[in-house]
């Protein structure tokens, strides 16, 4: 079976993705020309990167710099890190910075050739061509892919992709045993690089389970070895990333023994099953399989069915948890609200109607694969409109049948203009949807998702600040700037924007809400701060700004501080939305 599609298909759409890439660059919807990141998570990843070659050890997930003086412990794991580091094992700074533009945009191009693979049986190469455009200009994978994002969210879509592929070649009819050995691998991967891969790895299982139930036992033999692998995987990545001493630490937000017992338990329920070779009441067995996996996870770690993040205090919505982008619901509530939906959706009305009739009239390999497909929907649609870090998981699971509908009515015996014009509809409906609906909101105005405070003008202020008994100078400023500064100016800060970090987050906040300076100058005496840094633009800036009544931000923005606070002239073309001030001790609260 061939393996890819036709070179120039695969050309087509590698050059589709490049003038993506390039208008979104150019209509500084991603701020590199700027000489910026998408967001503080890539500075902090080029930063894990950088200390890591500079002597960090393996293990060390704990930075003094974040949470300063105590520091903070960070819940990413080391693959991402692994492939930054070459570059700046190579050529230093400058060639890790570009290659953290640059990755993201790999990845895409990556992903393209595992969609090749996954839908070659399914799709000739002009049926290719369309999907590739389609995908590549879809808002989720757009929004992961851009340049200037070295972060893990596109790494993730592209491991679902590629663990999803060899499965859908299965599927197809390819008979090769390797397929879902390669599958587990890679989809156990996926749970090392973040543990939001759980959803594709509980995707893959439940596709094979559920085909296993309706055609037999060749698809349980499939299932154990998609099971088994994957475990092996995560088995392997656990030994490399935690040390000996923390195999048995159980976290949620983090590769731990929890997510290797949850893949154990997989691989032994499926092992038993085909043990057991229940060619009979196969939905029976496959129930009780289930009932008792989540009773033994239920009963080791009942932490993994509370909430996420739920032991987080509630002040920290507000201040903070409220305002992240990936986390916002995709529930059209309001006009804003049906924008975003329909720009992420809008294809599973073509796509849902599609996968239905296929289910119920295609031959064998389209039902099975419109059911995959099904499947991939009510594992992801749901936790998108949750939060939009799953939508673009979402958007590439409607691509094919979304594609697969455009060309099954290119083949209706339809008069040349209708058919031209269905077909128009067909492509173009969700954004003209997307555009109707942002017209008939007369506020409405496209929210940017960059703080627009220029941190990159201060930083070499910063970086040139003294530096108390060699240490680095302590900056206290608002959550999101963090990491770039500490990356930027190699100053250390409190507060930054991780769960990890929620008592420095919700302390700084409160000391800059404060009616009077009590708990700002508490906090200041606690970590004795050298130097504070405050600026209006910046996202939290604004907020605080926006709040009733006075508060400690304010008058620090014009210049009512403390009688130990010395201001710092700032160059002019700053633009006067920053405040400096030196702390010349740290006063009692």
Same mark, same amino acid.
């Given at each position: 079976?061939?393996?890819?599609?036709?070179?120039?298909?695969?050309?087509?759409?590698?050059?589709?993705?490049?003038?993506?890439?390039?208008?979104?660059?150019?209509?500084?919807?991603?701020?590199?020309?700027?000489?910026?990141?998408?967001?503080?998570?890539?500075?902090?990843?080029?930063?894990?990167?950088?200390?890591?070659?500079?002597?960090?050890?393996?293990?060390?997930?704990?930075?003094?710099?974040?949470?300063?003086?105590?520091?903070?412990?960070?819940?990413?794991?080391?693959?991402?890190?692994?492939?930054?580091?070459?570059?700046?094992?190579?050529?230093?700074?400058?060639?890790?910075?570009? @290659?953290?533009?640059?990755?993201?945009?790999?990845?895409?191009?990556?992903?393209?050739?595992?969609?090749?693979?996954?839908?070659?049986?399914?799709?000739?190469?002009?049926?290719?061509?369309?999907?590739?455009?389609?995908?590549?200009?879809?808002?989720?994978?757009?929004?992961?892919?851009?340049?200037?994002?070295?972060?893990?969210?596109?790494?993730?879509?592209?491991?679902?992709?590629?663990?999803?592929?060899?499965?859908?070649?299965?599927?197809?009819?390819?008979?090769?045993?390797?397929?879902?050995?390669?599958?587990?691998?890679?989809?156990?991967?996926?749970?090392?690089?973040?543990?939001?891969?759980?959803?594709?790895?509980?995707?893959?299982?439940?596709?094979?389970?559920?085909?296993?139930? @309706?055609?037999?036992?060749?698809?349980?033999?499939?299932?154990?070895?998609?099971?088994?692998?994957?475990?092996?995987?995560?088995?392997?990545?656990?030994?490399?990333?935690?040390?000996?001493?923390?195999?048995?630490?159980?976290?949620?937000?983090?590769?731990?023994?929890?997510?290797?017992?949850?893949?154990?338990?997989?691989?032994?329920?499926?092992?038993?099953?085909?043990?057991?070779?229940?060619?009979?009441?196969?939905?029976?067995?496959?129930?009780?399989?289930?009932?008792?996996?989540?009773?033994?996870?239920?009963?080791?770690?009942?932490?993994?069915?509370?909430?996420?993040?739920?032991?987080?205090?509630?002040?920290?919505?507000?201040?903070?948890?409220?305002?992240?982008?990936?986390?916002?619901?995709?529930?059209?509530?309001?006009?804003?609200?049906?924008?975003?939906?329909?720009?992420?959706?809008?294809?599973?009305?073509?796509?849902?109607?599609?996968?239905?009739?296929?289910?119920?009239?295609?031959?064998?390999?389209?039902?099975?694969?419109?059911?995959?497909?099904?499947? *991939?929907?009510?594992?992801?649609?749901?936790?998108?409109?949750?939060?939009?870090?799953?939508?673009?998981?979402?958007?590439?699971?409607?691509?094919?049948?979304?594609?697969?509908?455009?060309?099954?009515?290119?083949?209706?015996?339809?008069?040349?203009?209708?058919?031209?014009?269905?077909?128009?509809?067909?492509?173009? *409906?969700?954004?003209?949807?997307?555009?109707?609906?942002?017209?008939?909101?007369?506020?409405?105005?496209?929210?940017?998702?960059?703080?627009?405070?220029? @941190?990159?003008?201060?930083?070499?202020?910063?970086?040139?600040?003294?530096?108390?008994?060699?240490?680095?100078?302590?900056?206290?400023?608002?959550?999101?700037?963090?990491?770039?500064?500490?990356?930027?100016?190699?100053?250390?800060?409190?507060?930054?924007?991780?769960?990890?970090?929620?008592?420095?987050?919700?302390?700084?906040?409160?000391?800059?809400?404060?009616?009077?300076?009590?708990?700002?100058?508490?906090?200041?005496?606690?970590?004795?701060?050298?130097?504070?840094?405050?600026?209006?633009?910046?996202?939290?800036?604004?907020?605080?700004?926006?709040?009733?009544?006075?508060?400690?931000?304010?008058?620090?923005?014009?210049?009512?501080?403390?009688?130990?606070?010395?201001?710092?002239?700032?160059?002019?073309?700053?633009?006067?939305?920053?405040?400096?001030?030196?702390?010349?001790?740290?006063?009692?609260?």
């Amino acid at each position: 079976m061939t393996r890819l599609h036709a070179g120039p298909a695969l050309v087509a759409v590698l050059m589709a993705l490049a003038l993506v890439q390039t208008l979104q660059i150019l209509g500084g919807v991603t701020p590199i020309l700027e000489g910026r990141l998408i967001d503080p998570d890539c500075y902090m990843r080029l930063d894990r990167v950088r200390m890591l070659w500079e002597g960090d050890a393996w293990y060390e997930s704990h930075s003094l710099r974040h949470n300063a003086p105590f520091g903070e412990t960070l819940h990413w794991t080391r693959p991402l890190d692994l492939l930054l580091l070459p570059a700046y094992a190579l050529g230093g700074e400058r060639a890790l910075w570009w @290659w953290g533009v640059a990755i993201s945009p790999v990845f895409e191009m990556l992903a393209v050739l595992a969609l090749s693979f996954a839908t070659r049986p399914f799709l000739s190469s002009g049926g290719f061509a369309l999907l590739g455009v389609l995908f590549v200009t879809q808002a989720g994978p757009a929004g992961v892919f851009i340049a200037g994002r070295p972060d893990h969210h596109g790494f993730l879509l592209l491991l679902m992709i590629a663990g999803l592929a060899p499965l859908l070649r299965r599927v197809a009819g390819d008979g090769d045993r390797r397929l879902p050995v390669f599958a587990g691998l890679v989809l156990g991967l996926g749970l090392w690089v973040a543990v939001e891969a759980l959803a594709a790895y509980a995707l893959a299982l439940a596709f094979l389970g559920v085909l296993w139930l @309706w055609r037999g036992e060749d698809w349980l033999d499939a299932l154990t070895s998609t099971a088994k692998a994957g475990a092996a995987m995560v088995a392997v990545a656990l030994v490399l990333e935690r040390p000996p001493a923390d195999w048995l630490t159980a976290s949620t937000d983090r590769l731990s023994i929890i997510h290797l017992t949850i893949v154990l338990v997989s691989a032994g329920a499926a092992m038993a099953l085909r043990r057991l070779d229940p060619r009979r009441r196969r939905p029976h067995w496959a129930a009780l399989a289930a009932g008792a996996s989540l009773t033994i996870l239920a009963l080791l770690f009942p932490e993994l069915f509370r909430p996420p993040l739920a032991h987080l205090p509630p002040e920290l919505g507000e201040a903070w948890l409220d305002d992240i982008m990936e986390r916002m619901p995709l529930w059209p509530g309001d006009s804003e609200g049906w924008r975003r939906f329909v720009l992420h959706f809008g294809p599973m009305a073509i796509g849902i109607p599609y996968l239905l009739h296929s289910l119920r009239h295609g031959e064998t390999a389209m039902r099975r694969l419109a059911l995959v497909q099904l499947i *991939g929907l009510a594992v992801y649609f749901p936790a998108a409109l949750h939060q939009v870090r799953f939508a673009p998981f979402a958007e590439a699971l409607m691509v094919l049948p979304w594609t697969q509908a455009v060309l099954a009515l290119g083949r209706q015996r339809l008069p040349v203009g209708l058919r031209a014009l269905l077909t128009v509809l067909l492509l173009m *409906g969700p954004s003209l949807a997307v555009t109707l609906i942002a017209r008939s909101n007369r506020g409405y105005a496209p929210a940017t998702p960059y703080d627009t405070c220029p @941190w990159s003008d201060i930083a070499p202020t910063l970086a040139g600040l003294p530096r108390p008994n060699g240490q680095p100078p302590l900056v206290f400023t608002t959550p999101y700037p963090g990491p770039e500064l500490v990356y930027r100016a190699g100053v250390a800060v409190i507060a930054t924007p991780y769960h990890g970090n929620a008592p420095a987050i919700v302390a700084t906040m409160r000391a800059l809400m404060g009616a009077d300076d009590r708990a700002l100058l508490g906090l200041l005496a606690e970590r004795r701060a050298n130097y504070l840094l405050l600026c209006r633009s910046s996202r939290e800036g604004q907020w605080l700004e926006s709040l009733a009544g006075d508060n400690a931000h304010k008058r620090l923005m014009r210049g009512q501080a403390p009688p130990n606070f010395t201001p710092l002239a700032l160059d002019a073309r700053l633009g006067g939305d920053f405040v400096l001030y030196t702390i010349s001790g740290w006063p009692a609260p």
